[in-house]
């Protein structure tokens, strides 16, 4: 089975601190993805990775930057640390290829950040 | 990117048949439609997908018409262990990013 392991479940920080979540997956996926959950918002894309040293902003990357070293981690760095980035992270990784299941997309049990 | 438009939410009895709509105007040549369903404090997980016309799993079933403008994830005989957010996805394979949107909540009430 593919595994996506985020390094922490719950992490408490303080406003301006500097922030890393951490993503690895097992199974050599090229795709990697980080998003964030609130409460009515749905998901929503911070960035995705399509390859190691790659990076591609999504919806909302505004505050975050990432960093891709090696293919099979991921990590999202809040470089200031606000209050309004208190959510439900969530890393993800799929493959690329071009059969149908490629985009099929498995997610880490989650990152729960409070910003204090 | 395609983009989707799900209701936000649903109630439903137990032992029903749900059929959610999404609906993707802007779907391209090359995407598939897949669905998601997340439970409380877990991750989404891959529930079915298809290109078009019928799919079937022992999950659920999917329904594309040929347009592929829409498409109905259908749940039978739901029981409360089906209560989660259902997100409906169009994505092409390759180095594409994979954008969710609110998804729908569905509660099944005994």
């Known amino acids: 089975d593919v595994k996506v392991t985020q390094s922490s479940r719950y992490l408490v920080k303080r406003t301006g601190e500097k922030v890393f979540l951490e993503c690895v997956q097992d199974?050599?996926?090229?795709?990697m993805f980080w998003y964030r959950q609130d409460p009515g918002l749905g998901l929503r894309l911070i960035y995705f990775?399509?390859?190691?040293?790659?990076?591609e902003k999504g919806d909302i990357p505004e505050g975050y930057s990432v960093s891709r070293e090696k293919k099979e981690r991921f990590s999202l760095i809040l470089e200031s640390a606000s209050t309004n980035q208190t959510s439900m992270y969530l890393c993800?990784?799929?493959?690329?290829?071009?059969?149908?299941?490629?985009?099929?997309?498995?997610f880490g049990q989650g990152t729960r950040l409070t910003v204090v | 990117l395609a983009k989707t438009t799900q209701p936000i939410s649903m109630d439903s009895y137990e032992g029903q048949e749900v059929n959610i709509t999404c609906s993707h105007n802007?779907?391209?040549?090359?995407?598939?439609i897949t669905w998601y369903q997340q439970f409380p404090s877990q991750g989404p997980r891959f529930i079915i997908q298809?290109?078009?016309t019928k799919v079937t799993n022992e999950v659920a079933s999917l329904f594309i018409p040929a347009d592929r403008k829409s498409s109905t994830l259908s749940l039978p005989r739901v029981s409360l262990s089906d209560t989660a957010v259902y997100y409906c996805l169009v994505a092409s394979s390759g180095n594409t990013p994979l954008v969710f949107g609110k998804g729908t909540r569905l509660s099944v009430i005994a």
């Open positions: 802007n779907i391209a040549t090359n995407d598939y």
């Open positions: 199974m050599d996926h090229e795709n």
């Open positions: 993800a990784s799929s493959l690329s290829g071009h059969a149908p299941r490629d985009t099929e997309a498995f």
């Open positions: 990775s399509y390859d190691v040293k790659m990076k």
């Open positions: 298809g290109y078009k």
